[in-house]
C-alpha cells in the first residue's frame, strides 16, 4: 500500500520551530522528487520546499532562510525544519513524492502559529 504519513504538526508561538517528518512506504523512495506544500484557509495550494532525488533544494521566497528540506533515503522519510515561524506560516502542510507517471499526497499535518 503506498502511503505518505506526516507528523509533527502542532500549536507554536511565533517565532519558534517545528519539525515536520514524512514517512513513505510502498514505493522506492530514492526515486522520488520530494515536496512540502502548504494551504492556508481560502487559499491555494502553495509550493513550500522541494528536495530531488539528488539532493536538490528549491524554496518558497517565504520559507527562504526560515525553513530546511532534508530527507534520509533509508529512512524513506523527507524532513521540513522551520524556523523563526510566523503567523503566516499557518496551514496544513501536506507532503508529496512525484516521478514520472506517479503522485503521491499525504493526508496533511496541520500547523498554527499562534500566541
Known amino acids: 500500500q503506498v502511503q505518505l504519513v506526516e507528523s509533527g504538526g502542532g500549536l507554536v508561538q511565533p517565532g519558534g520551530s517545528l519539525r515536520l517528518s514524512c514517512e513513505a512506504s510502498?514505493?522506492?523512495?530514492?526515486?522520488?522528487?520530494m515536496t512540502w506544500y502548504r494551504q492556508a484557509p481560502g487559499k491555494q495550494r502553495e509550493l513550500v520546499a522541494a528536495?530531488?532525488?539528488?539532493?536538490?533544494?528549491n524554496y518558497a521566497d517565504s520559507a527562504k532562510g526560515r525553513f530546511a528540506i532534508s530527507r534520509d533515503n533509508a529512512k524513506n522519510t523527507v524532513y521540513l525544519q522551520m524556523n523563526s515561524l510566523k503567523p503566516e506560516d499557518t496551514a496544513v502542510y501536506y507532503c508529496?513524492?512525484?516521478?514520472?507517471?506517479?503522485?503521491?499526497w499525504g493526508q496533511g499535518t496541520q500547523v498554527t502559529v499562534s500566541s
Open positions: 510502498g514505493i522506492i523512495f530514492r526515486l522520488y522528487d
Open positions: 528536495i530531488t532525488t539528488g539532493g536538490g533544494t
Open positions: 508529496n513524492a512525484r516521478k514520472i507517471g506517479r503522485d503521491v
